[in-house]
């Protein structure tokens, strides 16, 4: 098969080019393979995980042929990310809403590899039940699971939770939080959230317990697992500890016992040491 790119005319052209539009790729075949043909091609090499370089050889080929991977074009909103598909995630059978913006970490150490290193881990059959929708580390942020797909990242706030990971550790002290490598993801991170508040309308703004609950207690609503009414409290950002401690709570806060679901919240991610304040004033930086 030839090797396709930028240039090249004819009629192999025009049918990846029928296959990129199929697959819901905006795209008229031509025959022609120009600019927005490699533009395709590589968010189409960015959506499947492979190296976007917009040309197409037999990995770029074979990967179109592949189903079962969904077209992952819809509500990426940050659709410069490398992605790699967690393994564990569910696909709403209606549209979701979501009002938490969920910071873990990943108990990792900080290095250029970890997000792609947990999104390999997230990928495998070894990830048990867990995933999340993104991961940071100092140089880069990976995507793991579509934005409108469910990330089972912390039980209790997954329907409503957008999940994000921090390379680094919950028992990080302040001074740990404060190292160069961790400003750079910390900027990162802020940057992808930014994008994330803008596309699912959520405000910059970091959530009280109540906030918390109040966000739980409305996506039950929404799914019909709890009576009342919504409060439709536009959501905000938060830690997985702020969900542990709400549920732990669940008498307090109005909430079903999660041991009659069979579960109970522990995680303390991101910690306590977690540099919130610094952390608001980069993602409120971020126009
Ligand atoms: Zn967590």
Known sequence: MTVLAIGLQGPEVEAWQSTLSMLGYDLQPDGDFGMKTQKATIQFQIDRGLKPDGIVGDATRKAAETPGKIA??????????????????????????????????????????TAEAVGAWFSSSDSRDASSHCGCDRDSVVQYVMPNDIAWGAPGANWCGYHVENAGYSAQTASDWATPDNGMMLQL???????????????KVRLTLDEVA???????????????????????????????????DWRRF?????KLSGWWPDHTDPGSSFPWDHYMELLRAVR
């Open 72 to 113: 992952k074009k819809e509500g990426l909103f940050d659709p410069g990310l490398r992605f790699i598909q967690a393994k564990h995630f569910t696909r709403p059978s209606r549209p979701r809403t979501v009002s938490l913006i969920i910071q873990h970490v990943m108990e990792n150490r900080q290095t250029s590899n």
């Open 214 to 248: 109040m966000c739980v207690r409305d996506a039950l609503i929404v799914q019909g697992k709890k009576g009342g009414q919504p409060s439709s409290h536009p959501g905000g950002i938060c830690g997985h500890f702020d969900v542990t401690r709400v549920w732990q």
């Open 189 to 203: 991170n802020a940057e992808h959230v930014a994008k994330a508040c803008e596309y699912f309308g959520i405000p």
């Open 254 to 258: 109005d909430l079903p016992n999660p």
